[in-house]
T-cell receptor, first 117, second 116 residues
Framework: AQKVTQAQTEISVVEKEDVTLDCVYE???????LFWYKQPPSGELVFLIR??????QNEISGRYSWNFQKSTSSFNFTITASQVVDSAVYFC??????????????FGKGITLSVRP | ETGVTQSPTHLIKTRGQQVTLRCSSQ?????VSWYQQALGQGPQFIFQ???????GRGNFPPRFSGLQFPNYSSELNVNALELDDSALYLC???????????????FGPGTRLTVT
């Protein structure tokens, strides 16, 4: 069975601080995908990144960066120079195969990030 | 904007009633998944439909059922509502995976269901 653990529940930082959101996962699949989603107060889940299990290269997109370490089953997300607009709930998710070629997502419980001016 | 819409936005029902939630996927997306998100929790997978057939189901009782139509719309039906069914219900569409399951799912804004 798949499991995603986001041990941090709430994080509060002051604007311009760097912040890292942790994600640890469990799976028996050898091929899997990891995702991060952002959920602002409006409720809609916004896709941020997808990473497959064979690609351990770190990725940077603007102020966002992701560190995937298969050895520790972790997929951490860092926001550099945080801004008030980054305030949201962030979910890490693991893709598990269903029948055929489709998949379902298993989510962690989410981390509420508050960025204060 | 993901191109996925859901209706209604909010809904209040009484325990024991039945409810139908609707989702309109992006054109060309043959797969729709439904998730339940209780307050303070991550979304939980309910089931998935692929080309109008149920393709997988999470740990939800049979009173949760769905339909998918050829025009990229779908429904989630819940019978005999219970108080614990109060949650945000999200639908997500994804394109035909074509042999890979890597495609991200595009989520709608959700329907907030309150059962009293």
């Amino acid at each position: 069975a798949q499991k995603v653990t986001q041990a941090q529940t709430e994080i509060s930082v002051v604007e311009k601080e760097d912040v890292t959101l942790d994600c640890v996962y469990e799976t028996r699949d050898t091929t899997y995908y990891l995702f991060w989603y952002k959920q602002p107060p409006s409720g809609e889940l916004v896709f941020l990144i997808r990473r497959n299990s064979f690609d351990e290269q770190n990725e940077i997109s603007g102020r966002y960066s992701w560190n995937f370490q298969k050895s520790t089953s972790s997929f951490n997300f860092t926001i550099t120079a945080s801004q008030v607009v980054d305030s949201a709930v962030y979910f890490c998710a693991l893709s598990a195969p269903l029948t055929g070629a489709n998949s379902k997502l298993t989510f962690g419980k989410g981390i509420t990030l508050s960025v204060r001016p | 904007e993901t191109g996925v819409t859901q209706s209604p936005t909010h809904l209040i029902k009484t325990r024991g009633q039945q409810v139908t939630l609707r989702c309109s996927s992006q054109s060309g997306h043959n797969t729709v998944s439904w998730y339940q998100q209780a307050l303070g929790q991550g979304p939980q997978f309910i089931f998935q439909y692929y080309r109008e057939e149920e393709n997988g189901r999470g740990n939800f009782p049979p009173r949760f059922s769905g339909l998918q139509f050829p025009n990229y719309s779908s429904e989630l039906n819940v019978n005999a509502l219970e108080l614990d069914d109060s949650a945000l219900y999200l639908c997500a569409s994804s394109p035909d995976a074509g042999g890979a399951f890597s495609y991200e799912q595009y989520f709608g804004p959700g329907t907030r269901l309150t059962v009293t």
